[in-house]
């Protein structure tokens, strides 16, 4: 079992940047790629990045491209995302996922690939 605890939303203005943690507990050797994933109210899960433990390769979602950072620390077993000028539709509870495998791409986008998933922060933008 991984235990994902997020951190680190809140309210900001539309432009403005949060930078969200994740904390990973438990058999954390057996996770390989860690995700970023949002859901806003009344739509599906998307993806929003994924960056793989041990070579650091990252991955995004189109409409998070340039604005929107992922990284890790290793030796925290903490996953982040900084996100950068914000806006309105970024608004969404942000979850944190894990899963045993690597990927790539597009499959990383893959919601049902994930092993573990956190509870969830809530991300809201204000125009």
């Known amino acids: 079992q991984v235990q994902l605890v997020e951190s680190g939303g809140g309210l900001v203005q539309a432009g403005g940047s949060l930078r969200l943690s994740c904390a990973a507990s438990?058999?954390?050797?057996?996770?390989?790629?860690m995700a970023w994933f949002r859901r806003a109210p009344g739509m599906e899960r998307d993806f929003v990045a994924a960056i793989r433990w041990s070579s650091g390769s990252t991955y995004y979602a189109d409409s998070v491209k340039g604005r929107f950072t992922i990284s890790r620390d290793n030796a925290k077993n903490t996953v982040y995302l900084q996100m950068n000028s914000l806006k309105p539709e970024d608004t969404a509870v942000y979850y944190c996922?894990?899963?045993?495998?690597?990927?790539?791409?597009?499959?990383?986008?893959?919601?049902?690939?994930?092993?573990?998933w956190g509870q969830g922060t809530q991300v809201t933008v204000s125009s």
């Open positions: 996922a894990s899963r045993w495998d690597y990927c790539s791409g597009y499959a990383c986008a893959d919601a049902g690939r994930y092993n573990f």
């Open positions: 438990g058999r954390t050797a057996s996770s390989n790629t």
